[in-house]
């Protein structure tokens, strides 16, 4: 325990010494009041003496009353001084510390009051928080003060009366914490690392070494070089974590001790020591046997507790150094390779050493360094492990620029090794080498990793795999060497800081999954039989792969997987897809047009002016043109097959606006695009307009992609309409790599808005969707924040849009606002006659708090879709405009005709009970329709009349029931 004289004081500037915490201790009370000890007074100025640490102090208060016995609030303590809402009404608390927490019981006549914390800040008071909801059960409100210097505060002028009960403030001051020294040796140069936490208030620290383990009490100066009175000496002061104590003497140990200083006092200190006992290599044994003793600067070989330094001090040459063969374990503290100008030093694990590990190392931190021409190839024959082991806490491999670890074995490499690699400053071009033995696949640790530089390397033909759904990082260049195929499945990015190098031979591979960035220069040196056999990009049914890269006329092949029609002879127009090229001058050939038997192929090309499809078997389509989009569509699932130089920069495509100012782009990447990142000055709207063969349950549709909103994916290869904007004919549109992003082939709906409104038109198998959505801006005619109505292909599919008030039919439809005469005109496109089902599928916002009455005219009802949100009716072939209607507000008829379904109007019952329904039907024959909450239709009930029952054979979930009697009131049952 430290001795009165060790004690601090501090000195406050109203002239009082007041004693502090104990140096270390933690927190330490320096007032707590509660007013009973007060002297009572009524309302006017005041000043309160109290205790102050060891001392007094003084509470200076204007307008306030002093009541010791006033009544106790809650769990605060009796006594209080009453403020009012006066200006001003001040209660001014002595001088506190720079580093402390202010706590202050407060309670009220009633909830919902508020008061001010001042901070005199230059001779004025200024706001620092206002402490609010304050109310009759009593708050203890705190604050924490973290400063320089000591302050002033203040409670002002509250908004109603409050009652200040208790005053309590304590001082903190902490030692630093986590306080760790290591011994480094680098560039011939002695040094010892120290690392530490600061305490809990961020406070400044005060560093000092000493060589015979003796510091002063407490620091008198701050400056560095300066003694200390009573021993040490000031290596650094200020709020780093880390310092660098460097020029060192060999074999001799240092001591160091480290302080906090909140601005006034110091903690009591934490210390810790540190030898420098390098052992180092002279080779005086004239060869690189590790367990010759002649060979190491000392009186035998290196032990477990050394700390190993390999340069050249005693070596005229680039010399190499070979671990101990059979079932033999080195096991030492670190090993540090520093060689000298261009000489090189190799350490070797053998790979006639079988033991597991062959080489451990147990220091800490950066416990394995390869310095600028240091190479450590691990050839470990160990049968299992990785040969080659970290034990220590946090042990790092630090390959600084310039070193290089060979992964020369079989031997497992991801826990042992890559996972403790540094990621410090100067390892970016540290090299990684992977040169695995044998032909057979290896699997490299790549999720999550973070490489500096990485060499794939190999003798003899290899693939070099690797799995993971974590990014992995290379800091540096990737180089992929002669006889190597590099062909991960990992689904997180890989990003290249560097450069990308696959040698002539060797192959880079990115999954259907994979998503490749490439910051440096891009090289391909493997064009093979078939351009850009070195860089292939694959795609299946479930993805296709993506890269980003800034380097123009690179060979690559990039795979397209097109799924077939499923009946080609039936209906080869409900399949199709949308297409472009990502490399320049892609022939329409070969793939693309396949031949012979129930191998057929559609291929065409738009024409924006007159409206036509050009059709590639008719017409001279001989390539594609970069930026352009088709339309395909093929008897059989392929893989099809772009080969060439691909796309990057600027790509630009002339805007055709001479008929309806549709045109058929694409995106010429072999990366997804975000179409928010596009100039969309030259079109009507700000969506692409992409065909999803899969939309509407199968059928097939447009799938509209909102520009104005972030992630407006357009995935690789996809082609898209946009519609010209008037006066844009020959208009240039550029594509740029600011527009490339990794995205999937999902198509999602991009943040449309917080308040929307979904509906669905059903059949029992298609559906399509219309959506209306408030977006500020906007206007109740068609503008660029409605997306147009494209229909599809598939004549049998369903299909719903609504109306802007210019009568455009609308897929997307925004308004600035609703109010009780808005109305969304509804139209509809009907395959066959039937019957079907509108329902809404998503509500929010200002939409879902409204009403919400879909008016069917031919029928006379007025439908509440919030009540009930599927509706069910016949319909005619062919399409409809005017007879569906939705209404914020109940329309208004003149005639009195419109029904909103009422029960007790209903002259019929229906009711349900365990998995059975009940019908009493004075009626004539009524039907029954059963539909799930999307608006598919599950099952018919043909009710004669009567009271009759039938079983449901339904799925658990909840239904609605609907009949074509209107006398029968929707409702809707849960089944379990």
Known sequence: MKTLSALKTLTLTMGLLVMSATSGWGQQTWINENIQGWDSKTYGNHTQVIEVGLSTGTVEMTDCNVSPTGSAVGD?????????????????LPEVPSVSTVTIGISAEADERSIKLQRKENEEWEDVTIFSNIGTAGELLTYHVNLNTPTSLRLYNPSHTVQIHDIIINVYIDDPKNLEAAARFINGKHKTNLIWDPNDNNNHVLLAFSNDEVFGDEPDTQTTGDEIAGGGEVLYFGNDTNFEHDNLDPGTSYYYKIWSYDGTDYSFGLTTTKATT???????????????????????????????????????????????????????????????GTKSITLVLPSENKANPGLEITGSGDALVLNDGAIFRNSTGASAGSGFELSGTEAKIRINNGGRYIHNTRRAHASAIVANLSAADGTEMGVFEFDVPGSSNYSLSLTNRTYGSIVLSSEEERTYSGSGVSDLTIRGDFIVSENVTFAPTLTGNI?????????????????????????????NHNTGAKDGAGLIIRSTGEDTGSLIHNTPGVEAIAERYIEQVEDWSASPAVEWHFISSPVANQAISGDW??????????????????????????????????GAGYLVAYEQTGTKIFSGAMNTGEITYAIAQQGTGWNLLGNPYPSAIDWNNANRDHFADDFVYIYDRTKGGGAGGYKEIDGSSQGAVIPAHQGFFVEAAEGSHQETFSFTNNMRIHGGNFMKNNGLSKDIIKLRFANDEYYDETTMRIREGSAFERDRFDARKLFSFADHAPQIYSKTTDQVKAAINSIPEITEETTFPIGMRIPEDGEYSLSLQEVSGAFESSTLLLEDAQKDIVHDLHEQPVYAFEAEEGDISGRFTLHFSPPYDDDNTTDISDADASKARIWHHNNTLFVDNPNDQTEIRLYDISGRLMQTINAGTGQQSCELSLPAGAYIIQSNHQDIRPMKIIIH
């Open 76 to 92: 605060l303590s009796p006594g209080h001084v009453r403020m009012r809402d006066n200006d001003p009404s001040i209660l001014e």
């Open 278 to 340: 390098f052992v180092n290599w002279t080779g005086g044994g004239n060869h690189g046997e590790w367990t010759d003793a002649n060979n190491w600067g000392i009186d035998g070989v290196p032990e477990a507790e050394d700390a190993v330094v390999l340069d050249n001090s005693g070596q005229t040459s680039s010399y190499e150094i070979i671990l101990p063969v059979g079932q033999a374990t080195t096991t030492i503290q670190s090993i540090e390779i520093t060689p000298a």
């Open 495 to 523: 990003l290249v800081n560097g450069d990308l190098d696959i040698s002539d031979g060797g192959t880079f591979e990115i999954s259907h999954k994979g998503k490749v960035d490439v910051d440096g220069t891009l090289t």
């Open 593 to 626: 047009t396949p031949s012979g038997t129930n191998d057929d192929y559609d291929f065409y090309a738009w024409q924006e002016n007159p409206e036509l499809w050009l059709n590639h078997k008719e017409n001279a389509i001989g390539s594609f043109t970069p």
